[in-house]
């Protein structure tokens, strides 16, 4: 078992409060320690009137609203930001210079309503993006004078019929989504583009496909075994989602709604090996990779910034199902996925049959037909209200859970180079044993290997396919290669007031559980593993605002997550060929699952045999002439065994 416990806490503030409160609340405590108040002093006199400080979730809006002809500031408009989603209004009104400003946003579409007496109401539409959360999003608005009243009409002339003029909606979208004060390199994805644009046609529905259409963003280099997910080593660990801009590809940081996300001992994203994200991509909203110069508030590695914001519930309720099929009868045969059959046929070896206790020794080719490969996901998402957000009303909540299962049903066909019946013996004479002293010339009677080194060729089988890619050296297994995982979500935003300040929390939970067979580990034969992996993440946060109505306003975050990875290694030992290991008891029993056995196959062929033969010694292992082993590798052939531990 591997635990993986992260925790994290971060709590920052934008907007100064009005100095005179805190004095209020606390003047006998400043005036008896007069450093401190001087150090108060400092700080709130070096703090502008608004703030552009924002964090990895949330922005903020700003304005300045005018009279359209002159130019003039209009003080004490009403402005309501109006999250289209969920419902929840908030009111502020403009200052003496016409300047309003909103902070702790959520990512959404808002609707910025603008009316004062004497002036048309105006309405503007703004997508507010993670790709600039972290700024203030601009939003200025000019108000048009109310049009000159209706001439008057004679007595008993009927009115003609009036509307109300329709407000005027705009989308700033495009202006404020160009990027001025900083030089960072990023792109986003928003909720059409996560739901609309393809992804990779594999086992692994992923989020991270998108950044590789970005600038700098390519594939990771390929890792051994084809294997994508955390671990470690050759052909059981990921070489990364990606690599930006020629740095390791392992060397980013991933968020999930600004929550930590990273796999602390192996750099890439807490995740499971069938499971690569750890929400469903039908619950995410927006995703964004900063390529290059990421600014301060992100860390960690100097690789891309990831950072993907879950959806929420808002006052309607909405529900999606999604499912994808696809199976190895709609897809082409691979290209190294060989049909050569599963004859069984008695080895030969030098002419010579070759016999086992007496009996014809066989192999079987499991080359076979096409590779199976069956692939089922389906999913759901579902959103809505739990308190419904209502005018008037202080109060309201929102849910929003997802869930996805995939099962692949699979198996690989896999070659190896095995050693021939010759060449399990000095100088190529496994299959005629020794005539002669290799060294003097003189004739001899002699076994072709010593017991020693029967035990060590008894770990590596006959190869069972003389049309192989090794030739007359190739050994075919057919390996399982399925997996399961199931992916759960669940978010719970909450909007409150206490006293006249707006507060709002937010409350989320992750969690994977999946399983894959893993034919090949580093190329070795018999090492085909189950690792078995168990993800969860908790994130909360709490947006408050700190002052009242006419005052400016504090705002501050506090935002504390936990992640856990369990990692088990399984191993899907070979019954065909291996055995359990029975030595080393004083090694715990999931250390000792992945020692070498097998039944002792002796070479007892010597010159003028009119056949290969080969006692085998069932009682007897492998590991009773060499002792516990973990690999064997013979210098020229595929390594036997995996030593995971």
């Not at 004679?154 to 030089?183: F, H, L, N, Q």
């Not at 980013?252 to 090996?273: K, L, P, Y």
């Not at 935003?493 to 006293?499: H, L, T, V």
């Not at 250390?591 to 002796?602: D, G, K, S, T, Y």
Request: hydrophobic share 40%; proline share 8%; no cysteine.
């Amino acid at each position: 078992m591997k635990a993986m416990p992260t925790l994290s806490y971060r709590n920052f503030a934008a907007s100064p409060v009005v100095l005179r409160r805190a004095l209020a609340a606390g003047k006998s405590f400043l005036f008896r320690r007069p450093v401190v108040f001087f150090l108060l002093l400092l700080i709130f006199a070096g703090l502008p009137a608004t703030t552009a400080a924002q964090d990895t979730v949330t922005g903020a809006f700003e304005g300045v609203i005018s009279d359209s002809q002159t130019g003039a500031a209009l003080k004490g408009a009403l402005v309501e930001i109006i999250n289209q989603q969920t419902g929840v209004a908030i009111s502020l009104r403009s200052d003496f210079r016409g300047r309003f400003y909103q902070g702790l946003l959520i990512p959404g579409v808002y609707r910025i309503r603008v009316s004062t007496t004497g002036y048309e109401t105006r309405e503007v539409l703004q997508r507010l993006k993670i790709t600039y959360t972290g700024e203030v999003v601009p939003v200025p608005v000019a108000l048009d004078p109310v049009s000159a009243p209706p001439p008057t009409l004679p007595p008993g002339t009927p009115a003609p019929p009036t509307t109300a003029p329709a407000p005027v909606v705009e989308d700033t979208e495009i202006r404020s989504s160009i990027i001025t004060t900083d030089a960072r390199r990023s792109g986003s994805f928003g909720e059409e583009e996560v739901s609309a644009l393809p992804l990779r046609t594999n086992s692994s529905r992923t989020f991270d496909d998108l950044a590789l259409l970005l600038p700098g963003v390519l594939p990771p280099p390929q890792t051994l075994g084809s294997v994508a997910g955390p671990g470690l080593g050759p052909g059981v660990g990921s070489a990364g989602q990606f690599a930006v801009n020629g740095l390791r590809s392992r060397g980013n940081n991933f968020t999930i709604d600004g929550a930590d996300n990273n796999d602390e001992d192996i750099g890439v994203r807490r995740q499971g090996f069938v499971a690569l994200i750890p929400q469903p991509i039908e619950s995410v909203a927006e995703y964004q990779v900063i390529t290059a110069l990421a600014p301060a508030q992100f860390g960690r590695n100097i690789g891309a910034q990831v950072n993907a914001v879950s959806k929420s519930g808002g006052n309607q309720t909405h529900a999606t199902l999604s499912g994808t099929f696809n199976s190895s009868q709609l897809n082409a045969r691979r290209l190294f996925d060989t049909t050569f059959g599963n004859e069984t046929f008695a080895l030969r070896a030098g002419g010579k049959p070759v016999l086992r206790n007496g009996r014809p020794l066989t192999v079987t080719n499991q080359s076979g037909g096409e590779d199976s490969y069956t692939f089922t996901q389906g999913g759901f998402v579902i959103g809505g209200p739990l308190v419904p957000s209502e005018p008037g009303k202080n109060r309201s909540m929102f849910y929003f859970i997802s869930a996805e299962g995939q099962v692949t049903n699979a198996r690989t066909e896999s070659s190896f180079a095995v050693p021939t019946v010759e060449e399990r013996g000095l100088f190529r004479t496994g299959a005629t044993g020794l005539a002669q002293d290799p060294f003097t010339g003189n004739p001899i009677v002699a076994f072709p290997t010593t017991v020693s080194g029967d035990a060590v060729f008894s770990l590596f089988p006959f190869p069972n396919n003389p049309n192989g890619i090794f030739a007359g050296n190739t050994f075919t297994q057919s390996l399982a290669a399925g997996g399961q995982a199931k992916n759960v979500s669940g978010k719970v935003d909450g909007n409150f007031r206490i006293g006249q300040r707006a507060q709002s929390i937010t409350s989320r939970y992750n969690f994977t559980d999946d399983w894959r067979d893993i034919p090949v580990v580093g190329g070795a034969i018999f090492s085909t593993i189950r690792p078995r992996i168990r993800t969860q993440n908790l994130s909360n946060f709490l947006n408050s605002e700190i002052g009242g109505p006419g005052d400016l306003v504090f705002f501050n975050q506090v935002r504390a997550s936990y992640g856990r990875t369990r990692l088990v290694f399984d191993e899907n030992r070979d019954s065909q060929f291996l055995r359990p290991s029975r030595l080393a008891n004083s090694l715990r029993p999931n250390e000792r699952r992945f020692l070498l056995n097998a039944p002792l196959f002796v070479n007892d062929t010597i010159p003028a045999s009119t056949s290969v033969l080969y006692d085998s010694f069932f009682n007897f292992g492998v590991e009773d002439i060499l002792g516990p082993m973990g690999q064997v590798s013979i210098a020229g052939f595929n390594p036997v065994g995996v030593d995971v531990f």
